[in-house]
């Protein structure tokens, strides 16, 4: 799912509308971010995997390494910030009892969170980003709560009318 949403994201311009590697709308982060509250480490570590294979069309000429611990600090930050932010909130582990304003609080903690630590490692690897590390940080994480809020509140839309219309008499969903 992460890996078809890159590339529709790809295909609008989307990825790399700010810098490499740094889009002001990107939906991928909402995938991560529904894989690490609903799935946990195996949802996430499919978005790590889609991310490995993808990181070299906005990272070109990197080494080996690198396209293993991006997308592992990329995946696995986000997972550590909803673990927290589940446990701060008190959201059971099936997530039944996520309220709406959940949604916003754990995507901005955990955009915030991902921007600082994705651009101190491009900073420390004098990546593009070492200039304007604040701006790019900025930037990213308000690129993936965007596409991540834009994601999220859709999935909570369709569940809501998912629930409507399974609660009619005349529905049958068998």
Not at 44 to 61: C, E, K, R
Not at 80 to 96: G, N, P, S, Y
Not at 104 to 125: K, M
Request: include cysteine; hydrophobic fraction near 55%; proline fraction near 5%.
């Amino acid at each position: 799912m992460y890996f078809a949403v890159f590339e529709l994201s790809w295909s609008f311009d989307l990825v790399e509308s700010y810098a490499p590697g740094i889009s002001l709308v990107f939906l991928p982060a909402g995938i991560k971010l529904i894989a690490a509250l609903v799935s946990g480490f195996w949802g996430v570590l499919g978005t790590v995997i889609a991310l490995a294979y993808v990181t070299p069309s906005f990272w070109p000429d990197q080494p080996l390494w690198f396209y293993v611990v991006y997308p592992a600090l990329s995946g696995f930050s986000t997972l550590a910030v909803v673990a927290v932010m589940k446990r701060v909130l008190v959201i059971d582990d099936d997530i039944r009892n996520l309220r709406f304003i959940h949604i916003p609080l754990i995507d901005l903690c955990a955009t915030l969170v991902h921007g600082a630590l994705v651009n101190g490692f491009f900073a420390l690897n004098h990546l593009e980003v070492d200039q304007d590390f604040f701006t790019r940080a900025f930037a990213m994480s308000v690129g993936d709560f965007v596409g991540s809020l834009i994601l999220l509140l859709s999935f909570a839309m369709l569940a809501k009318l998912y629930d409507v219309y399974k609660q009619r008499p005349d529905t049958n969903l068998n």
